[in-house]
């Protein structure tokens, strides 16, 4: 057992910090720290200027654009991003699709996608749930019919995330009808423009229009849109749901707000029961670090830690609870939520309510925490 | 004692349940109303002044009827139940009831009629940038020249502010303490805009603004204010319950009615037992409130004050508890703002920010717990 980096980790966290720090822009960075909703032109913008320095795929095949690191240092960098405001790179195309296409697409489309994909210049939406298949995601009913040298798609998926932006959809959709359900299911790359295809927009309870439904009405897809074999869509969204839940938990974007509150609550930061409040936050989120470093630590023998699910679990609940800290903070203030530039109340007031109602999402996607605990209790607890 | 309604209780709840029902009872009503300014139906309340329920707290020497607190729970907790954005808590019982506090015979007789009746929407401008719950005012500042009053300062966020005729402003006075005065709507600069939960509230601007002093010029009536507001946070406490009640209804309906994995999620022991811990957070948060109320009617300020605290508390657990998990057990859907459930989950947010977060609570009984050996809720008045 050793705690301290090894120098060049040392270096190398260094090198992450002063590229963050002075290579993203700094309007972009405060918008971040201030829980301002990015444009779609800075996501991009972020993105672009790390994929620029290698930086925004680090952890995809570097003949596809990675970085031969370590796990602990994709760690650090994921730490420091965050820490620093910089938007972490668009998890549809940088967690999601794009080590999907590196593992499982042709050479056709791995050339075709993933250098696009690294840089944002194609943005890609996630079309996996459905109205009824949500937890139970292999009981969609999506459908692909081959047709020529088409295949024809009909259905609905929702809840599809930025899908206003989104120019490409990776899909699951059921391309045999006659077996065990998981067995019947595809994965298709879609382009947005398809005729047939329309998106409309699903209202939040913070106000905001973030996801969205996604009709097809025999939308023609070519064939070589397919992602690995037929039928083995189950398979490939494993993987990807994989990765989508490691690197979930924002541990470094919630010890930045949490220090953030610290200092915004002020005087107030020394009343018994607030200092506690911080106190056991601070400490359950150091928890959370550690055991995000044992699993990465561990990890570079090459076997996942089973402690990963606690990452997804606990971090989106202490994201949560940290969001819930800044409205009880800004008190009276946390009403303003549709307060303009000239008012009277500190900005980062107006941001905490809708911010706070807008994370109870954190732990219903991407796998929710019942599913999660099932994982736990499951998988490694052998119940 | 007597939890129980008695039969004219009954009939009132009756009789506010149907009308709001009529007006809410299909959430997406409530929906079309909050898009539009001013964030509640001028109809509705019209129908809620006819019906009596605007003048419930006050005399009926001042134009109103003379009702009890439980009556005014009775009305807040169906206002919860179809989370209703009429702003009965901040007119009614807030700056209505401050009115009926401190005003002058003449002033609560022209005030209090005009509010009964639904002719004229008062506001309470009392929170301040910077301000925590305090019964005090140190933003705005009164000045008086030959008798005449003046207000100068900044009050935010004002729950309906752009849309009060007449507002009800706590200052501080040339001399120490906080007075309270009465402000012509259209006399300050109001700038309104939506909240997260279908309201609006206003930044208000005063400067050199006329203002009449409510009751005696110079008084300091900071208890009184204290007092209105720990009314308020036990009638917030009230719609509170109402919200959750139904949360938690239409959180058991949707595991009944959703299918994942071919059955229905009330299948899962892990939901359903989530279920009935939101169920016990209501019963709990239910009995407190109830209690509260009737502490109301002892009429001892320091009573009302320890149970609005105790109730607080409780209110506030208890809805993030409520409504965090009626979100999350409706998974993705909860999220929507088609659906109601999160609404109930942004009223109930709004509820206890508005006059007083748990820890608020919680400090303040915290200070005082060496003022009594046992609690003894029956030894109240
Ligand atoms: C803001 C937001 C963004 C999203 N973005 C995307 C996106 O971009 N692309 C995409 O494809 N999907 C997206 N999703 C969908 C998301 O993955 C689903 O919401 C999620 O899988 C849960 O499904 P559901 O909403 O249908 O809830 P349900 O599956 O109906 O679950 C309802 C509740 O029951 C619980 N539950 C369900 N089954 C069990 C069980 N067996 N045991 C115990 N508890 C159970 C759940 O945990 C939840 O609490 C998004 C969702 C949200 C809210």
Redesign the pocket.
């Known amino acids: 057992m050793q705690l301290a980096l090894s120098a060049e980790d040392q270096k190398f966290r260094e090198q992450m910090r002063t590229f963050f720090t002075t290579e993203v822009s700094e309007d972009i960075r405060r918008a971040v720290i201030e829980g301002r909703e990015l444009t779609k032109e800075q996501i991009v913008e972020s993105q672009q200027t790390l994929n620029k320095a290698g930086l925004a795929v680090p952890h995809w095949p570097t003949e596809w654009g990675g970085q031969d690191w370590s796990d602990l240092q994709r760690h650090i960098w994921n730490e420091e991003m965050q820490r620093a405001g910089v938007p972490t790179p668009l998890a549809f195309n940088a967690s999601m699709i794009g080590p999907v296409l590196a593992q499982f697409g042709s050479q056709e489309i791995k050339e075709r996608f993933l250098p696009k994909t690294a840089n944002l210049d194609i943005w890609w939406?996630?079309?996996?749930?459905e109205p009824d298949a949500?937890?139970?995601?292999a009981s969609l009913r999506t459908t692909a019919v081959k047709d020529g040298d088409d295949w024809v798609v009909n259905g609905q998926?929702t809840?599809?995330?930025l899908g206003q932006y989104g120019d490409w959809i990776f899909t699951l959709v059921r391309t045999d009808p006659d077996v065990k359900k998981q067995a019947g299911i595809s994965m298709l790359l879609i382009d947005m423009t398809s005729p047939g295809l329309t998106v409309r927009p699903i209202e939040?309870i913070d106000g905001g229009h973030?996801?969205n439904e996604v009709w097809f009405e025999d939308v023609r897809v070519p064939a070589e849109n397919l992602v690995g074999e037929l039928n083995s869509g189950w398979t490939i969204a494993k993987f990807l749901l994989g990765n989508e839940r490691v690197g979930v938990a924002p541990v470094g974007t919630t010890k930045r707000i949490l220090a953030r509150a610290k200092s915004l609550a002020g005087e107030r930061a020394s009343e018994p029961l607030l200092a506690a409040r911080i106190a056991e936050l601070e400490n359950d989120l150091l928890a959370l670090e550690l055991t995000a470093l044992r699993v990465v630590a561990h990890s570079a023998d090459g076997e996942p830690h089973p402690a990963s699910s606690v990452l997804k679990l606990r971090g989106t609940e202490l994201q949560q609870a940290v969001s819930e800290l800044m409205v009880d903070l800004a008190g009276p203030a946390s009403i303003a939520s549709g307060a303009g530039g000239d008012s009277a109340l500190d900005e980062w007031t107006h941001h905490t309510t809708p911010t706070y109602l807008n994370l109870r999402?954190a732990s219903?996607?991407?796998?929710?925490?019942?599913?999660q605990r099932?994982i736990i209790s499951r998988t490694i607890l052998g119940l | 004692m007597d939890f129980t309604y008695d039969d004219e209780q009954d009939a009132l709840r009756d009789a506010v349940r149907g009308l709001l029902t009529k007006a809410y009872g299909d959430f997406e009503q409530r929906r079309q109303t909050t898009k539009v300014d001013p964030g509640f139906s001028e109809k509705t309340w019209t129908q809620m002044a006819e019906m009596g329920l605007l003048g419930l707290p006050f005399s009926e020497d001042d134009g109103g009827v003379g009702a009890g607190p439980v009556e005014i729970a009775i009305v807040c907790q169906e206002l919860g139940r179809v989370v209703a954005p009429e702003p009965y808590l901040h007119a009614v019982v807030l700056a209505g009831g401050l009115v009926a506090a401190c005003g002058s015979a003449e002033q609560r007789g022209e005030l209090l009629g005009a509010l009964s009746a639904g002719e004229r929407l008062l506001a309470f401008a009392h929170d301040e940038p910077g301000s925590r719950w305090a019964a005090t005012a140190s933003g705005v500042s009164a000045t008086e020249d030959g008798g005449s009053w003046t207000l100068s300062g900044t009050k935010e966020p004002v729950v309906q502010g752009a849309r009060a005729d007449t507002l009800v402003v706590s200052a501080q006075l040339p001399d120490g303490g906080t007075g309270l005065f009465v402000v012509d709507g259209e006399a300050a600069t109001r700038t309104g805009y939506p909240t997260y939960d279908g309201g609006r509230a206003a930044k208000v601007v005063l400067d050199s603004t006329p203002a009449t002093p409510l009751g005696e010029p110079g008084r300091d009536l900071a208890s009184s204010i204290a007092t209105i507001l720990d009314l308020g946070r036990i009638m917030a406490g009230n719609q509170a319950i109402g919200a959750m009640e139904v949360a938690l209804r239409q959180t058991t309906e949707y595991l009944k009615s959703?299918k994942?994995?071919g059955v229905p999620?009330s299948t899962?022991q892990?939901?359903t037992f989530r279920a009935a811990d939101m169920y016990v957070s209501l019963e709990l948060a239910t009995s407190l409130v109830q209690w509260a109320t009737m502490v109301v009617e002892s009429g001892d300020p320091d009573a009302v004050r320890d149970a609005a605290a105790r109730a607080g508390l409780q209110v506030s657990r208890a809805g993030r508890h409520v409504g965090q998990e009626a979100i999350?057990?409706?998974?993705?859907?909860g999220?929507t703002a088609e659906y109601a459930v999160g609404s109930y989950t942004s009223v109930l947010t709004m509820l206890e920010h508005l006059l007083g977060d748990g820890s608020h609570h919680l400090t303040g009984l915290s200070e005082r717990i060496t003022d009594h050996e046992d609690l003894d809720p029956l030894a109240i008045a």
């Open positions: 939406s996630q079309g996996f749930s949500g937890s139970d995601l998926k809840w599809t995330t939040l973030e996801v999402k219903i996607y991407g796998g929710s925490n019942e599913i099932q | 959703r994942q994995f999620l899962f892990a939901l999350q057990l409706h998974g993705g859907i999220m």
